[in-house]
């Protein structure tokens, strides 16, 4: 099976590895990038253009786009390549709203009678004062449409949060939901929904749970701490509604529907929905699966998931850590030399060759250093091995910090609560 994957990024990395390691699979990637390059035939294309991808999938002679970022999803990526006849990975640029506009997105709950937080979408400065002042402290505030991650800020602050409001064209005010955050991967082809392991990523980039949001600075699998009901439950009041309210549409939706969730006392609530593989969740939830992925990926893209075998996982836990450029998430600095970042476990994200052939920074998250382990504790032992081993000048390392029982990210009104939650980050 000949296998394109669109993307440059640590998520399409991590795709890359488990899409060559499945038997029987050629891969090209286009763009990718310097780790995806040592498992894949690199081409050139502008992933955010639908016609040109699709022109480089018939060129290639692909059986199977898969399409790693949302960008290109929104764009309508995978309706051009739906349109040449290729099975593609993906959900249509229409159904893809769903991580498009978080106005959508809640429309969609609604209408599913999906738990999640209250929320205001609004243009006016009048609106959103009235729904900061209605929902309370911290205050929510998104960008409505795409921000890589970064769109979104959670403050105690009335005037930043006013500020955050006023920089996006559309926003939307939510109700914060407290407690620990969880995201859920569902493999769907519009109609069966295949759950992969829930994990927990690290947004904040300071100690504590502090400072700006970025893309994410780290993350680990699975959640020992979880209530064993959590996949069946979340599939049972959130996947299948929303799967049947985008058929129900008009808009069926295939591809890998991420959930992302706070477990408030009330029980699981939908903080967002996005319309592609998290990243850095990715790096560990993909790490642990056992079936080969490229037939998990071929099976949604050809309406088969019915009829594919329960997925196989290793045992064990998995933890990623993030390497970011120096001034990350504010700025970032390209040209950067990386030594040390070499064999298994150092995933890419944003880097480059240069000229002479070195391996240089060439974004804000530059690796995702990955390991796995026969528990948490061993998982973030081995992958902090690996980071000893990488000499990046003035970079930024995540500290991912495990309690006996796991990593934990509270999110809490409780200040003192977050402090004592067994789980951290630091830079």
Known sequence: MRILLIGSGGREHALALGLAASPGVTLIAAPGNPGIAEVAELRPVEANNPDAVAALAVEVGADLVVVGPEAPLVAGVADAVRA?????????????????????????????????????????????????????????????????GKGVLVTDDRDAALAHAAACERVVIEEYLAGPEVSLFVVTDGETAVPLLPAQDFKRVGEGDTGLNTGGMGAYAPLPWAPPSLVDDVLARVVHPTLAEMRRRGTPFAGLLYVGLALTRGGPKVIEFNARFGDPESQVVLALLETPLAEVLRAAATGSLAASPPLRWHSGAAVT?????????????????????????????????????????????????????????????????????????????????????GCRRERDRDAARKRDSPGSIGS
């Open 321 to 405: 850590v993030v390497i970011a450029s120096a001034g990350y998430p504010s700025s970032s600095r390209s040209g950067d030399v990386i030594s040390g970042a070499s064999g298994a476990g150092f995933i890419h994200a944003g880097t480059a060759r240069a000229a002479g052939g070195e391996l240089v920074t060439a974004g804000g998250r530059v690796l995702s250093v990955t390991a796995t382990g026969a528990d948490l504790s061993a998982a973030r032992d081995a992958a902090y091995a690996l980071v000893g081993l990488v000499d990046h000048r003035e970079s930024r390392l995540t500290m991912i910090h495990l309690s006996r029982s």
């Open 84 to 148: 040449k006849g290729i099975a593609c990975f993906g959900p249509t640029a229409a159904a893809a709203a769903l991580e498009g506009s978080k106005t959508f997105a809640k429309e969609v709950m609604a209408a599913a009678g999906v738990p999640t937080g209250g929320a205001v979408s609004t243009t006016d400065p009048g609106e959103v004062a009235a729904a900061l002042d209605r929902f309370g402290a911290p205050y929510v505030v998104k960008d409505d449409g795409l921000a890589a």
